[in-house]
């Protein structure tokens, strides 16, 4: 069944305003306000306003004879959207081999302000139910990819982070996480049991891009059937893997 969106409540001129970007394409590289008016439905003077808009955000500049282009900063969002499609064709093939390779369900988790969230799996066992989905969002304080993008984000970020958050862990927690994360960032990897589903384990490791942490690949099962030397495999396939990706990716930036 597809999912239907709705409209989003109290957005109404933050939606003229994209509208009216993405009347430019490749058939209409330029327009003039009138034809912003047009395709949006709203009227010229509004047209007018949203255009400064873009211009205030220099996603749009004057043409010199009556309209409107696109500056370089959209290419540069456009080369970073290339690059998140890229990174999918890397990383969606390596889930999948991880998950058939461990039997257990392979993610990649990727922080997104505060939260962590899901933006690839690849389940072996679908009768174990995990709360990461694709697009959900969690915190970056419980299990072992969350814990993995904290770390990547230093000390001084992850504090600020939990004096941020509207329902803070309580001390004891806080600072065991905090004490956590060194430890998480010289060996590579983080691991955990039960932190975000009850009896899961999770193992997780970085995947970084000159010397910058993009995301976390994750593999988690119900702790029942992992073991010591078992956990060990796992651990080490994700790790091999997370540097597997972080180097291919790292050749885009060379």
Request: charge should be negative.
């Amino acid at each position: 069944m597809t999912e239907v969106r709705g409209r989003t409540p109290g957005v109404d001129s933050a939606r003229r305003a994209l509208k009216a970007l993405l009347q430019f394409s490749e058939q209409s590289p330029e327009l003039t306000a009138d034809d912003v008016a047009e395709g949006v439905g709203i009227s010229t003077p509004s047209a007018y306003r949203f255009l400064s808009l873009l211009r205030e955000l220099d996603l749009v500049e004057d043409n010199g004879a009556g309209g409107y282009v696109l500056t370089p900063r959209i290419l540069a969002l456009a080369d970073t959207a290339e690059r998140s499609m890229r990174m999918s064709h890397v990383l969606r093939p390596m889930v999948e081999r991880l998950s058939s390779v461990t039997g257990e369900t392979a993610l990649v988790i990727r922080r997104a302000g505060d939260f962590a969230t899901c933006t690839e799996i690849s389940q072996a066992d679908r009768s174990i139910r995990l709360s990461f989905r694709p697009g959900q969002t969690m915190s970056l304080h419980h299990g072992a990819g969350p814990k993995a993008l904290l770390a990547g984000m230093g000390r001084e970020w992850a504090e600020r982070y939990f004096d941020r958050l509207e329902n803070r862990p309580p001390p004891a927690e806080r600072d065991a996480v905090l004490a956590e994360l060194p430890l998480i960032t010289a060996q590579g990897w983080s691991q955990s049991v039960s932190e975000v589903d009850e009896d899961v384990w999770a193992v997780a490791a970085p995947i970084t891009v000159s010397n910058r942490m993009v995301a976390v690949i994750s593999v988690a099962g119900p702790q029942y059937r992992i073991g010591e030397e078992r956990a060990a495999r796992i651990r080490e396939e994700v790790v091999n893997d997370a540097a597997e990706v972080s180097r291919t990716l790292s050749t885009w930036r060379e």
